[in-house]
């Protein structure tokens, strides 16, 4: 146990701050690649970018989520836990992501070299993850923040001021999430560390667990954070493939204000990760905590809603001129599908708790497949194929939100 506890609160402002903070730089990184890149360019770069990120979901394994879920509990035998996640991965991504790459550029087209920094880019993202998940278990989301914020902003400094052609924007990608790693590392060992007491009975069975052990147990949240990844992306990769670069490069810019209020989401649900999990065995303390966080969003999701809808016009008009009319309707189908993404996190967090994790990971495969069947009929009928893979994404968050609370509710009363 650490000195320091999980505070929803408290937690999720930091890392949403980090978000918002983000949020700006991941504009100015957007606002430079569509000036310094032809359309169809942004496009393709885009497409590989978001390739490799789903095939680095291979590298993760899960395994974050572990630490996320029994970091505080471990105490200072979360040490040995994160050495051994550390390895395990950092194997999988020297073996992998160089097959990733020579594969992006099989199916989207584009450039090896550029190719091959973003896709070690993406991996190196994924191997801050176990820090960071061991820093917000032990109630300190205000130094993952700072990795957070660390990574893109050298990314944005680095585009903004050295980089200028696709090589060099894909190494300014790359290096910035390599930073954080030894930031998120350097910080875990020298701040939380030393200062983790030793754990109290009973312990989770995480503590005895050798390197199959761990993958076995990661294998369930392997197919959930796959799922978190792939779900934000899935209409986004069938426009690639059976649409145009260019309706990517839209799509794109619709998706940078539907993403801008989905990482607080996400910030959100691994907060709940852990306050969830420090009661999963007090059924009436989880009830509570669980309605706490309901009703919270339930009370926040039109407010975002009002928000985005003053806010976008000004900042799309501003920003990516040349899209601010082609973005108007598909923005307001991801606006509606990033009401059902928020309202749906407590249930989603109370399932990931629960004595059958693969329930949430089941939920989220379903809404992906709809998602997909959804994008495959949209995409080629309407006749704005953007619009249509947007209208896939609302139709499946909706579906993902009833199946989640209908199962979180099932979750609750299991022992009634």
Known sequence: MSDRK?????????????????????????????????????????????????????????????????????????????????????????????????????????????????????????LTYAHRAALRACGEARLEAIVRISDRGIVAILMLFWSQDVLQLSIATAVGPFVACLIAASVYWIKIAPRLNEPIEPVPATNNMDNWGLIREGIPFLFASAALVINVRVEKLLLGLFASTNDVATYQIAWLGFIAGYGPILSLRAVLLSWFGEVRDDLEKLKHRYKRAFFSTIILGPIGIGFALLVSPFAFGYLFPDYSELIEKPFLALLIAWLFHAIASPCLAIIQVSEKPWNYTKILWMGIGISAVASLYLIPTQENSVFGATLAAMVASIFVFILSFIEGRKVLHSNE
């Not at 359309?39 to 770069?45: K, L, M, R």
């Not at 899960?62 to 395990?88: M, V, Y």
């Not at 160089?98 to 550029?105: D, H, K, Q, R, T």
């Not at 920094?117 to 993406?122: D, H, K, Q, T």
């Open 6 to 126: 999980v505070v929803p609160q408290r937690d999720t402002l930091w890392l949403s701050s980090a978000d918002a903070i983000n949020l700006f730089f991941g504009i100015v990184i957007h606002v430079i690649l569509t000036r310094r890149l032809l359309s169809d360019e942004y496009g393709t770069f885009i497409l590989l970018l978001d390739f490799f990120h789903v095939c680095v979901i291979l590298v993760d394994l899960g395994l974050p989520t572990l630490i996320g879920r029994d970091g505080d509990r471990l105490g200072s035998k979360l040490d040995l836990i994160i050495n051994k996640i550390s390895r395990i991965q950092t194997l999988i991504m020297l073996l992998g992501c160089g097959v990733f790459a020579y594969l992006g550029v099989f199916l989207f087209g584009g450039w090896i070299g550029p190719a091959i920094f973003l896709s070690f880019g993406a991996g190196l993202l994924v």
